[in-house]
């Protein structure tokens, strides 16, 4: 049996492809905030399949504590039940937030949730997903076209707007697959980001100020269902050659940014790592 | 240069860290919250390289004061900045909150910020400019019914920030009062700003401007920064409108938006 961690896995796009792979057969392990969403989760899995493997873990994995906390027991749980393998892992949690606002180590939390908090928790499963041959997979955003990381403001502290702050989260999540393929296609591994397309979730609903929601409102009626993009996550963990592209919709490639460089990837990977303290060429020597 | 921040582990308090950090500065950092300064030594040290010290400490506690004093006396750490950021507030009608805790709030925002003050500027730095920022609030310019404690403790810090600096003046001290409108501090805040609908949005002040702001201005020898054109126009019409009036309007919208429910 395949495993499967997927962040945010408590609504929206996280839960229906939660849904989608326990119906697959896969071992969901899903990661969520809210103790009440993850269990109506969790029964609604069951619900449909009572032999549907899937566990939720409680974590708020914009904060660098709670990824380590988190990773930890889910390396633990692999350690013992899956012989320390995982299939895939879908970095989905993500935010928007109107205002500047930080973590506990003074990071702007859409880049600490959008970006740094996948990259952290990549690296802690990095082992078991080399064990396993692998795949990384993002959710992305069409809005990640159009701008460019602000390397000398990444976390957006002169002049924070929240939509430049969601397309730069979304352009990392490319960067950094692009970066992982570059470090470890070799060893097995694959990233890929999913553009999930316009999707009626409540992303712009959650912790955001009047205009943000009004307009999100509006917005997500005209998304499609989350089931949808659930089919190309799928898509991705299940094809067995295993596709060279980096972006995709409708479980088709799809062409992505042009900053979508070896050079820009580099460069955050180097930042993300000092971010994290963490350093990916040294894993599994500690 | 070297800076102290209080309550620096909160929303505002990081902001400032960020801030100070971003310009190079050497940091002090306190908090109540021991956990909190952990990580965000980290953070600042893994962004910006510069030195941060920290040290969990109840400004409410005399001793636990003194202690932070000691080890600061033994390094011989001596101070350019202080940004007076701690402080408190429990919303809500005088009557529906415990007697001790109320009286906390005046602990903290005044009697506690007065003894870091005092001590801090014996610690200055010889021979240099020093700077003292407190944070009042916006509240600080009316009563407020349902923040009446916190709205009082407020006007404190702005008088007395008003005299200080008068009496400081002739050996090169700067002290600037901040009174920001509602600033998205803590996940908490954006419920109260949700309730208050398009004018929570209208009267929110941008967290990043207004803590670069405040260091500029301070450093370039203001007395008082109120963030937000909005901000200002309401500041003004609290001295003009008699004081008994602004409390009613402000009891009846205050009510209202607690009405609404989601107000923290």
Not at chain 1, 21 to 43: D, F, H, M, P, T
Not at chain 1, 174 to 201: C, E, M, Q, S, W
Not at chain 1, 234 to 263: I, R
Not at chain 2, 167 to 195: F, S, W
Request: a positive charge; charged letters at 25%.
């Amino acid at each position: 049996m395949k495993t499967v961690v997927i962040t945010g896995a408590s609504s929206g796009i996280g839960l229906e492809t939660a849904r989608l792979l326990a119906r697959l057969g896969y071992n969901v392990l899903g990661i969520g905030r809210s103790e009440a969403n993850c269990n109506k989760a969790k029964e609604l899995i069951l619900s449909e399949n009572t032999n549907a493997k899937v566990e939720y873990f409680l974590a708020d994995l914009m904060q660098q504590r709670e990824v380590n906390r988190v990773s930890e027991k889910i390396n633990a749980y692999l350690n013992e039940r899956c012989n320390g393998e995982l299939h895939a892992l879908i970095n989905n949690a993500g935010c928007v937030r109107s205002w500047y606002m930080t973590t506990y180590e003074g990071y702007e939390q859409q880049f600490a949730l959008n970006h740094l908090a996948g990259f952290l928790l990549t690296y802690k499963l990095l082992p078991a997903l080399k064990k396993a041959q692998g795949r990384v997979i993002m959710t992305g955003s069409d809005s990640h076209k159009g701008i460019k990381v602000h390397w000398n403001d990444v976390m957006l502290r002169h002049r924070y707007n929240p939509l430049t702050a969601y397309k730069q989260s979304k352009l990392c999540n490319l960067l950094f697959a692009k970066g992982l393929n570059d470090r470890f296609a070799l060893d097995g591994i694959r990233a890929y980001v999913v553009d999930p397309g316009l999707v009626n979730t409540d992303i712009g609903n959650k912790d955001t100020g009047f205009l943000v929601n009004l307009i999100w409102k509006i917005r997500k009626k005209h998304g499609v269902s989350p089931d949808v993009p659930a089919k190309t996550y799928a898509y991705l963990c299940e094809v067995k050659d295993v596709p060279d592209g980096l972006y995709f919709y409708l479980c088709k490639e799809k062409n992505y940014s042009k900053e979508v460089t070896k050079e820009n990837a580099d460069r955050l990977f180097e930042l993300s790592e000092r971010l994290c303290d963490i350093q990916y060429g040294k894993v599994g020597m500690t | 240069m070297n800076v102290m921040i209080t309550g620096a582990a909160g929303g505002l308090g990081r902001a400032m860290a960020n801030e100070c950090a971003s310009r190079g500065y050497n940091l002090f950092l306190t908090d109540i919250n021991e956990d909190g300064l952990t990580c965000l030594k980290q953070g600042l040290e893994r962004q910006f390289g510069v030195t941060v010290t920290t040290m969990a400490c109840d400004l409410t506690n005399t001793e636990s004061v003194d202690k932070m004093l000691d080890v600061i006396d033994k390094h011989g750490i001596r101070f350019d900045m202080l940004l007076n950021v701690a402080g408190m507030d429990y919303e809500g009608e005088f009557m529906g909150h415990e007697r001790e805790k109320l009286v906390k709030i005046v602990l903290l925002n005044n009697a506690a910020t007065l003894r870091i003050t005092h001590a801090i500027i014996k610690r200055r730095r010889p021979g240099k400019k020093f700077t003292i920022v407190f944070v009042s609030s916006l509240a600080s310019m009316f009563p407020m019914p349902l923040k009446a404690t916190y709205a009082a403790s407020k006007r404190f810090l702005l008088d007395f920030a008003t005299s200080l600096r008068q009496e400081l003046k002739r050996q090169d001290v700067n002290v600037l009062t901040l009174c920001p409108g509602g600033m998205v501090t803590t996940p908490g805040a954006i419920n109260g700003i949700k309730a208050q609908g398009f004018w929570g949005d209208a009267t929110t002040n941008p967290l990043e401007g207004v803590v670069r702001n405040t260091i500029d201005r301070a450093l370039s020898g203001k007395r008082l920064y109120v963030p937000g054109m909005l901000n200002r126009i309401l500041s003004f019409l609290g001295k003009i409108i008699p004081s008994t009036w602004v409390a009613k309007v402000i009891y009846w919208r205050w009510k209202e938006v607690s009405h609404n429910g989601s107000a923290s």
